[in-house]
């Protein structure tokens, strides 16, 4: 019989990355996530008799690490969830680069809790699983609420649909590992800056498409050059109209039409 439950778990771009303040040891944030139609993972619940918790798929971290982990540690204690996990096991099949700025780990966290609550019966909403998944990464609450394009503020947490026609991306990914919490630290000590409120709004109210058309790539993205200061072979991959995504390592551009 064929699994029925079984879900992509699709990758993101950063349009555009502003840093609007700082939060203790964490960024404020204004960006705009869209989801990449063409690259995605895909998260399958297995029926097994093993009676422990399992995740199969080709990850590069412990198992401690590993977002899906983290996300079944924070909803185990809701009834029927333990009973369910030891009797299926978690399979993932990797297609997503990881360490690459295209939040793979983030949207493989925010589906498998989207599952959990369709299988577990768990009757949570967008908003209550979005709080869930705020506690793994910054980023789950965009894949939470499976928009294609949305506005992202405060530290990854406000997120807000942003209507528009759903856009045709290419991305590379360079085999160059990006560690996020060395080039926020190089950014916040050698490249600080804020975007103002008003540059931020009027970024907020643009179509991505026509972002991309009136910025560079450093322009668009506040991380790039903090990025490329640690990792200068990222130069090797800067052409015209490709654009750097989150800390990175991966490039995207907008196909537009035939």
């Not at 909403?125 to 949305?150: M, T």
């Not at 058309?213 to 322009?219: A, F, G």
Request: hydrophobic share 35%; glycine share 6%; charged share 30%.
């Amino acid at each position: 019989m064929k699994n029925e439950m079984i879900e992509k778990s699709y990758a993101k771009v950063n349009i555009f990355l502003k840093i609007a303040d700082k939060r203790e040891n964490y960024h404020e944030l204004v960006s705009r996530f869209v989801r990449v139609h063409n690259l995605y993972d895909i998260i399958s619940f297995v029926k097994s008799s093993r009676k422990a918790i399992t995740i199969i798929g080709d990850f590069g971290c412990e198992m401690n690490s590993n977002t899906v982990y983290k996300a079944y540690n924070l909803i185990k204690h809701f009834d029927g969830v333990e009973e369910f996990f030891l009797n299926h096991e978690i399979k993932i099949e990797k297609n997503i680069p990881e360490f690459a700025g295209l939040g793979g780990g983030s949207s493989n966290a925010a589906t498998f809790l989207i599952m959990a609550n369709k299988y577990c019966k768990l009757n949570l909403s967008k908003d209550e699983l979005s709080k869930i998944g705020a506690q793994v990464g910054a980023d789950v609450p965009f894949f939470i609420y499976e928009y294609d394009s949305a506005n992202v503020t405060g530290i990854g947490e406000i997120v807000e649909k942003f209507d528009e026609e759903i856009l045709d991306i290419k991305t590379i990914t360079p085999k160059i590992k990006c560690n996020t919490g060395e080039i926020f630290k190089i950014f916040r000590e050698k490249f600080y800056k804020q975007i103002s409120k008003d540059e931020a709004k009027r970024l907020l109210d643009m179509k991505s498409t026509d972002i991309l058309k009136e910025l560079d790539i450093k322009q668009a993205n506040d991380l790039y050059e903090s990025a490329l200061s640690l990792y200068p072979q990222l130069s090797d991959y800067e052409k015209k109209d490709w654009f750097f995504s989150g800390s990175g390592s991966s490039f995207f551009r907008i196909n537009y039409g035939k």
